[in-house]
């Protein structure tokens, strides 16, 4: 076995080991740790080219896993400007109205309001005038 003769070779190789021990454990090892096998083989003399051949082909059928690209890092909550502005007009006149108070801070922590907090405000600006 190639993993054996790499032991052999490198006795004191903590890589080796530690792929050896993986393998006792689990049975099989990733794309990477294989290339990375490959790689310390092809370094041995006296190693069957058979051997090296073999597991070139195993690294060429495993799948290549790549990591998809971020997504765009566009907001996830876009604030209704309209219910900031009828906030800022209500507590320009009435700075302690509490339930105005309550939804800034729900405004300010960018949760949703609902279409009965916006009419709620829409009504308290409409008592302004």
């Given at each position: 076995m190639l993993l054996e003769d790499?032991?052999?070779?490198?006795?004191?190789?903590?890589f080796v080991i530690s792929i050896y021990q993986q393998y006792q454990r689990r049975?099989?090892?990733s794309k990477k740790q294989l290339q990375?096998?490959?790689?310390k083989a092809?370094?041995?003399n006296g190693v069957l080219p058979g051997r090296l051949a073999a597991l070139e082909s195993i690294i060429k059928k495993m799948p290549t896993r790549e990591r998809s690209e971020l997504?765009?890092?566009?907001?996830?909550f876009i604030k209704d400007e309209e219910?900031?502005?009828l906030i800022d007009e209500i507590l320009r006149k009435y700075p302690q109205h509490k339930r105005v108070l309550f939804l800034k801070?729900?405004?300010?922590?960018?949760?949703?309001?609902?279409?009965s907090d916006v009419s709620e405000l829409k009504k308290f600006s409409q008592h302004l005038k």
């Amino acid at each position: 076995m190639l993993l054996e003769d790499c032991i052999m070779a490198f006795p004191v190789s903590s890589f080796v080991i530690s792929i050896y021990q993986q393998y006792q454990r689990r049975g099989w090892l990733s794309k990477k740790q294989l290339q990375g096998l490959y790689d310390k083989a092809s370094k041995i003399n006296g190693v069957l080219p058979g051997r090296l051949a073999a597991l070139e082909s195993i690294i060429k059928k495993m799948p290549t896993r790549e990591r998809s690209e971020l997504p765009e890092n566009a907001p996830m909550f876009i604030k209704d400007e309209e219910a900031g502005k009828l906030i800022d007009e209500i507590l320009r006149k009435y700075p302690q109205h509490k339930r105005v108070l309550f939804l800034k801070v729900k405004y300010d922590n960018n949760e949703v309001l609902s279409p009965s907090d916006v009419s709620e405000l829409k009504k308290f600006s409409q008592h302004l005038k």
